[in-house]
């Protein structure tokens, strides 16, 4: 009886020692953070059901993640639910895409097919994202178009 109280505090106290050796190796180790970026354009429908899943995948897989919200000149309450979810402690941001040069004005965002991607768009709102000081080059951001079908592929989720 003895020998086998001794065998299961053993084995407890190794797995112990396993767990706390694997996290003083992995304590210097720099993790990366993704940063999502959704570009989005009248999509109130489901703004609050998106980021609402961005958190609960966050608090389910204990991993850091990071919203930014890109306004693409939504006239709907877009702005207005990543704005209250924001207040609510999520970790979120909004930025308003301006109708600048590189930018698709928004008439274009009207007239252009849910298939279509502009690579060029991408490229220069991540550049612009980055020399803003929004998303930082330790973050792996991904850029999701919630008007490409195709883009919601890169959902964790």
Request: with cysteine; hydrophobic share 40%; charged share 25%.
């Amino acid at each position: 009886m003895a020998l086998i109280l001794f065998v299961v505090v053993g084995c407890y106290a190794l797995v112990a020692a396993l767990v706390h050796l694997i996290f003083w190796l992995r304590r210097d180790r720099v993790q990366v953070s993704k940063h999502y970026v959704l570009v989005a354009h009248n999509q109130h429908m489901r703004m609050e059901w998106l980021l609402r899943s961005f958190f609960s995948f966050s608090r389910r897989t204990g991993t850091e993640v990071k919203l930014t919200v890109v306004d693409a000149g939504s006239t709907d309450q877009t702005v207005g639910i990543v704005d209250r979810l924001e207040r609510g402690g999520g970790y979120v941001s909004v930025h308003a895409g301006d109708q600048g040069e590189g930018s698709m004005s928004d008439s274009s965002w009207k007239d252009r097919k849910r298939s279509q991607s502009g690579e060029k768009e991408s490229s220069s709102l991540l550049w612009r994202l980055k020399s803003e000081g929004i998303v930082t080059s330790t973050d792996h951001a991904i850029l999701v178009d919630l008007q490409n079908p195709s883009d919601l592929s890169k959902m964790p989720f």
